[in-house]
């Protein structure tokens, strides 16, 4: 969700709240973001605990991993595919590595995928 959507109605729930239930409808408008602010961080602890304990720089097959990435995919959306850390191989590369010696280079620029490449074992070209 972009930031500013989720900004605006945190907001608009404060004032509604306000204004409809006073003191106690901006209670109850806290209490509901610091809640959706705690789920988000859950989420966030869960996928990272996952990722945690698999092998570093390990993908089920980087093949289908490389064809299920597009440009601007944010760097959680990244880890929950893969299921795993990347090897850093550079300034904003990680490099992920399937059994069979196949390997995606993934550069991130802002957090967010900008460019990735499928290296195969075999040194056969990958088409993207």
């Known amino acids: 969700m972009n ?3 989720g900004i605006g109605l945190a907001l608009l729930a404060l004032f509604l709240g306000g204004a409809l239930l006073g003191v106690y409808g901006v209670i109850f408008a806290v209490t509901g973001i610091v809640f959706w602010l705690l789920l988000q961080m859950s989420r966030l602890m ?15 097959n980087a093949v289908m991993l490389s064809s299920k990435l597009h440009a601007g995919m944010k760097l ?10 990347g090897v850093k191989a550079g300034e904003e590369t990680f490099v992920w590595r399937d059994a069979g010696g196949d390997a995606v280079e993934v550069v991130l620029r802002k957090g967010k995928l900008a460019e990735w ?3 195969r074992a ?7």
Do not use: F
Request: proline letters at 11%.
């Open 46 to 60: 869960r996928l990272m605990r996952v990722a945690g304990a698999a092998p570093m720089g390990s993908v089920t």
């Open 76 to 85: 959680v959306d990244l880890i929950k595919l893969t299921g795993s850390l």
């Open 3 to 5: 930031p500013w959507i």
């Open 117 to 119: 490449r499928l290296v």
């Open 122 to 128: 075999d040194g056969a070209p990958a088409t993207p």
